[in-house]
C-alpha cells in the first residue's frame, strides 16, 4: 500500500510561485502513474497534471506553460512547480498514484491565490 504526504500548499499573491511536494512511503521508480488533481471550492475534483514513470508528461490546458510536474526518484517524491499563479488556481490540491491496479490518494493541501 502506497501512502502519499503532500505538503507546499500556502496563500499566495496572484502572480506568485508555489512548488508542491508529494512524498510517497514506496519507490517512486515502481509506481507507473502519478499526477496531481485539484478540487476548487464548490467544484469537481479535475486532472492538473501526470507524470508516467516513462517520463512522459502530460497537463491541463488551463495549466499549460505554468505548471510543471517532475520526480525526484531519489527521495520519492513528486513536485508541482506553479508559477504565474492565478486566483482561479486556489483549490485543495491532492496527489494521486495508481499502483499495481490500485489508487491512492494522498489528504490534500490548500493553495489559495490572493488577486
Known amino acids: 500500500q502506497v501512502q502519499l504526504v503532500e505538503s507546499g500548499g500556502g496563500l499566495v499573491q496572484a502572480g506568485g510561485s508555489l512548488r508542491l511536494s508529494c512524498a510517497a512511503s514506496?519507490?517512486?521508480?515502481?509506481?507507473?502513474?502519478m499526477a496531481w488533481y485539484r478540487q476548487p471550492p464548490g467544484k469537481q475534483r479535475e486532472l492538473v497534471a501526470v507524470?508516467?514513470?516513462?517520463?512522459?508528461?502530460n497537463y491541463a490546458d488551463s495549466v499549460k506553460g505554468r505548471f510543471t510536474i517532475f520526480r525526484d526518484n531519489a527521495k520519492n517524491t513528486v513536485y508541482l512547480q506553479m508559477n504565474s499563479l492565478k486566483p482561479e488556481d486556489t483549490a485543495v490540491y491532492y496527489c494521486?498514484?495508481?499502483?499495481?491496479?490500485?489508487?491512492?490518494w494522498g489528504q490534500g493541501t490548500q493553495v489559495t491565490i490572493s488577486a
Open positions: 514506496e519507490s517512486t521508480v515502481s509506481i507507473s502513474y
Open positions: 507524470t508516467l514513470s516513462s517520463g512522459s508528461t
Open positions: 494521486k498514484a495508481i499502483q499495481k491496479g490500485s489508487t491512492y
